[in-house]
T-cell receptor, first 115, second 110 residues
Framework: NAGVTQTPKFQVLKTGQSMTLQCAQD?????MSWYRQDPGMGLRLIHY???????DQGEVPNGYNVSRSTTEDFPLRLLSAAPSQTSVYFC??????????????FGPGTRLTVL | DAKTTQPTSMDCAEGRAANLPCNHS???????VYWYRQIHSQGPQYIIH???NNETNEMASLIITEDRKSSTLILPHATLRDTAVYYC???????????FGGGTRVLVKP
């Protein structure tokens, strides 16, 4: 299994541009989520999904959209990039039946810079 | 979810045990303690979790005090590859999110 993959690895945007960060997993995990990590800080939850067609907001959802049309993919869209969105973005997944252990598998991250 | 408090950083000698403390004095009865670590520039990695009893797996041991207000993660024989930021997280079993605080930056020295 490839696990959780994210593309691109690095991205530079100008203020106001939009883009989509891709996340895919091949473990048939129902639960997927997006986090951002600012320098020297812990991760903060942006959005999550408990299955195809179901999404919900985390603690920092403003400026981001998500959709979940398939089990495998969970893209994160930046509507109009702002310098405050400069961060490292991590995607994670776990099986639905694993709620107690909650072993989330994280991707390698996308490093985004907004100028 | 209960808040956790961890030391900002600590050093450990290679081959020795590393004991990482975590305070969670407001933990409620149905909340679990989780430990994740993040090696530089990588995504976090699950280590272990527990409710009341001490737990051990191939990576580490988790010791939870009887009143559950604090816990200690033990890396029995630290290696250079254990250098990472370690996050202690408290979460209810029904919750969907992990709340990562600042963590403890552990540096394993030769």
């Amino acid at each position: 299994n490839a696990g959780v993959t994210q593309t691109p690895k690095f991205q530079v945007l100008k203020t106001g541009q939009s883009m989509t960060l891709q996340c895919a997993q091949d473990m048939n995990h129902e639960y997927m989520s997006w986090y951002r990590q600012d320098p020297g800080m812990g991760l903060r939850l942006i959005h999550y999904s408990v299955g195809a067609g179901i999404t919900d907001q985390g603690e920092v959802p403003n400026g981001y959209n998500v959709s979940r049309s398939t089990t495998e993919d969970f893209p994160l869209r930046l509507l109009s990039a702002a310098p405050s969105q400069t961060s490292v973005y991590f995607c994670a997944s776990r099986p639905a039946g694993d709620r107690v252990k909650n072993e989330q598998f994280f991707g390698p991250g996308t490093r985004l810079t907004v100028l | 979810d209960a808040k956790t408090t961890q030391p900002t950083s600590m050093d450990c000698a290679e081959g020795r045990a590393a004991n990482l403390p975590c305070n969670h004095s407001t933990i409620s009865g149905n909340e679990y303690v989780y430990w994740y670590r993040q090696i530089h520039s990588q995504g976090p990695q699950y280590i272990i979790h527990g409710l009341k009893n001490n737990e051990t797996n191939e990576m580490a041991s988790l010791i939870i005090t009887e009143d559950r207000k604090s816990s200690t993660l033990i890396l029995p024989h630290a290696t250079l590859r254990d250098t990472a930021v370690y996050y202690c997280i408290v979460r209810g079993a029904a919750g969907n999110k992990l709340t990562f605080g600042g963590g403890t930056r552990v540096l394993v020295k030769p």
